[in-house]
């Protein structure tokens, strides 16, 4: 059983911004996977089904990205998931625009959202799955940079790099973390 949590914010003013390409990636993988993401639970919209034989949770915290910790634990606690089985799909700053880089474990660097995850988890022993969103200019604040949208141009690159991300989870689960990560780490959208 595994766990496939995409971080964002709520709220329809969040929808299409930087910050929310974690929700965007799971509305991708709902949608190939046929899943609905919309019962209530764990302080998320959930939504369950499989990947081959493997039974899948998808979860999108509705807890803010600086508290998405909470509802990935609860979640993990209830259905007694190891966080190595926690999959979560997450923007950065920090790596290539457009790219995707997976990871088995690692620190949150500066994202809240995997500090929280980390801080309640007690635990940064979890695949990630990060998709590069940009960098803010020089004099641009990080939050108003996060919490923007995309050019016509850069969004068909995001659709393009959430579409890779989506078969790195995928392939994870099929195939082992050691094999995703081979296979889709540096892959830079054209």
């Known amino acids: 059983m595994y766990i496939i949590a995409g971080l964002g914010n709520p709220g329809s003013n969040y929808e299409g911004t930087r910050h929310n390409v974690g929700f965007s990636a799971i509305d991708e993988l709902a949608r190939r996977l046929n899943i609905s993401v ?4 764990f302080k998320g919209l959930v ?55 997976i990871k088995k474990r690692g620190s ?3 994202h809240n959202g995997l500090k929280s995850i980390i801080s309640q988890l007690q635990s940064d022993d979890f695949p990630r799955i990060k998709i ?17 949208g995309f050019s016509k141009q850069d969004r068909e690159k995001i659709d393009e790099t959430i579409e890779t991300a989506v078969d790195g989870a995928i392939e994870i689960i099929e195939n082992g973390i050691d094999s995703a990560m081979n296979k889709y780490n540096k892959k830079v959208s054209k």
């Open 132 to 148: 590069g969103v940009g960098r803010q200019n020089t004099n641009e604040d990080l939050a108003s940079f996060v919490l923007s």
């Open 38 to 41: 919309n019962r209530i639970k």
């Open 47 to 101: 939504g369950e089904g499989k990947v081959g034989s493997e039974k899948v949770y998808l979860i999108k915290p509705q807890t803010y990205m600086n508290k998405s910790g909470e509802s990935i634990r609860e979640i993990c606690n209830f259905y007694k998931v190891e966080p190595n089985n926690l999959i979560v799909l997450v923007d950065d700053i920090d790596i290539e625009f457009a790219s995707v880089k």
């Open 108 to 110: 949150a660097g500066t």
